[in-house]
């Protein structure tokens, strides 16, 4: 079992940066795949970045460019940065990992563990 919790969400303006952090208790953060996802108001929860147990990434088309997603397997911790941010970019962001699995998954289904969630308001 691993436990997540992820922090840094917050009210921003368009345009404004926030770094999201993930951090992993129970387990060691480096057998495990990892990724963050986004539930918008009323939608379903979607992809944002994903990496690899050894440093692997992959970002869905939307941040592409804005968003970086890094793993400090010392500190047991996975980092979502985000910049330039837009008021399409409201939503609860969750970490969520995967035991033991060598490359980067994409779906809801394929992930163990779930953090609980932070939210992210960016105003126009």
């Known amino acids: 079992q691993v436990q997540l919790v992820e922090s840094g969400g917050g009210l921003v303006q368009a345009g404004d940066s926030l770094r999201l952090s993930c951090v992993a208790s129970g387990r060691t953060l480096d057998r495990y795949a990892m990724a963050w996802f986004l539930q918008p108001p009323g939608k379903e929860r979607d992809i944002v970045a994903a990496i690899s147990r050894t440093g692997n990434t992959y970002y869905t088309d939307s941040v592409k460019g804005r968003f970086t997603i890094s793993r400090d397997n ?51």
Do not use: H, I
Request: proline content about 4%; glycine content about 6%; some cysteine.
């Open 74 to 124: 010392a500190k047991n911790t996975v980092y979502l940065q985000m910049n330039s941010l837009k008021p399409e970019d409201t939503a609860v962001y969750s970490c969520a990992a995967r035991f033991s699995f060598p490359g980067v998954t994409l779906t809801t289904r394929d992930y163990d563990f779930w953090g609980q969630g932070t939210q992210v308001t960016v105003s126009s």
